[in-house]
């Protein structure tokens, strides 16, 4: 009964401190992607950037787009993903973005969905919010 009592208390506390690394800084969780926030934005891109991952194997590409009430951030995904899709982004073209609006390491976001540009549509997430390259893996 002890050795139950003593094993029960171990996964309790080891729940508790998996529970708080997927905390928020003020103790909230935080989601990747929250289906509540979704939005569509139309606009023009005004930048496209890529930015290299925590391990620096792959390159994530963030566009600044431009729309009527200002510029947002839209997250979009690995450029590997993007080169498999064989779609691009262009400063100057317009673009609609569906995706959820979010606080991102401090900033607010978008968390890109979906992106029409150029004449081609690029779905990044499935209709629950998971992104489409995480299933065969990152390359």
Known sequence: MKN???????????????????????????PMYDQSAVVTISGTIQKVE??????????????????????????????TYLDEQKISF???????????????RGNDVIMAAKIVTGGKTITLRDDSGRPLWFRGGMK
């Open 4 to 30: 139950l009592l003593a094993f029960a208390a171990v996964l309790l506390i080891a729940g508790s401190v998996l529970a708080q690394g997927m905390q928020g800084g003020q103790g909230q969780r935080r």
């Open 50 to 79: 890529t930015m290299s991952g925590r391990m620096g194997n792959f390159h994530m590409v963030q566009l600044v787009v431009k729309d009527s009430s200002g510029t947002v951030t839209v997250n979009v995904g690995p450029s």
């Open 90 to 104: 262009k400063e100057g073209d317009a673009a609609v973005v569906t995706g959820a609006r979010m606080q991102f």
